[in-house]
């Protein structure tokens, strides 16, 4: 049974680009969440993904933007890419509506130069 | 708001120490609580959680108590061992329905053999 899988692994981008990053989640699983883990600090969420809508979303701007696809798989964009965004980034997935149960991927860094 | 508060590492023990995280939280309602471990290189791994007051939630040889009276839910382990090097995140969500986990900064854990 393959957990929470991400990709790619690692990134390098430059201020001002754009960046997609990938989400496959935990097999029977319907609902993909994004976190924001800056250098030495808690994760923070960035927004949730259910039935290809955004059900819930964080303190973070307009150039955090996602997307849910039928087979539950989900994309994380960042557009117009700042030095402060450079960070490691999870997916967690879980049924709606269980927390309690959200299991994570292994992240992807993005270092913005 | 919500939020978590936890000691600040890097907190190093020697192997077979007993070893204590505080962690204290601020929540409305009656939040769940968890603690998460995070190994180098890794994504999260849920360590164990508790969902109402007085529950006690254990795995791998930690215990944590949810204290709703000093709003506390501290990691205890009688004896560590080296493999217990980590980062270690106490977190919540306001219930079992809601959609994010809110995250303490994270404490650094280094064991010497």
């Known amino acids: 049974d393959a957990g929470v899988t991400q990709s790619p692994t690692h990134l390098i981008k430059t201020r001002g680009q754009q960046v997609t990053l990938r989400c496959s989640p935990k097999s029977g699983h319907d609902t993909v969440s994004w976190y924001q883990q800056a250098l030495g600090q808690g994760p923070q969420f960035i927004f949730q993904y259910y039935e290809e809508e955004e059900r819930q979303r964080g303190n973070f701007p307009d150039r955090f933007s996602g997307h849910q696809f039928p087979n539950y798989s989900s994309e994380l964009n960042v557009n117009a890419l700042l030095l402060g965004d450079s960070a490691l980034y999870l997916c967690?997935?879980?049924?709606?509506?269980?927390?309690?149960?959200?299991?994570f991927g292994p992240g992807t860094r993005l270092t913005v130069t | 708001g919500n939020s978590v508060t936890q000691m600040e590492g890097p907190v190093t023990l020697s192997e077979e120490a007993f070893l204590t995280i505080n962690c204290t939280y601020t929540?409305?309602?009656?939040?769940?609580l968890f603690w998460y471990v995070q190994y180098p290189g890794e994504g999260l791994q849920l360590l164990l959680k508790a969902t109402k007051a007085d529950d006690k939630g254990s795995n791998k040889g930690f215990e944590a108590t949810y204290r709703k009276e000093t709003t506390s839910f501290h990691l205890e382990k009688g004896s560590v061992q080296v493999s217990d090097s980590a980062v270690y995140f106490c977190?919540?969500?306001?219930?079992?329905?809601?959609?994010?986990?809110?995250f303490g900064s994270g404490t650094r854990l280094s064991i010497r053999p």
């Open positions: 967690a997935s879980s049924l709606l509506g269980q927390a309690n149960e959200q299991y």
């Open positions: 929540a409305t309602g009656y939040p769940s």
């Open positions: 977190a919540l969500s306001r219930s079992s329905s809601a959609s994010k986990i809110i």
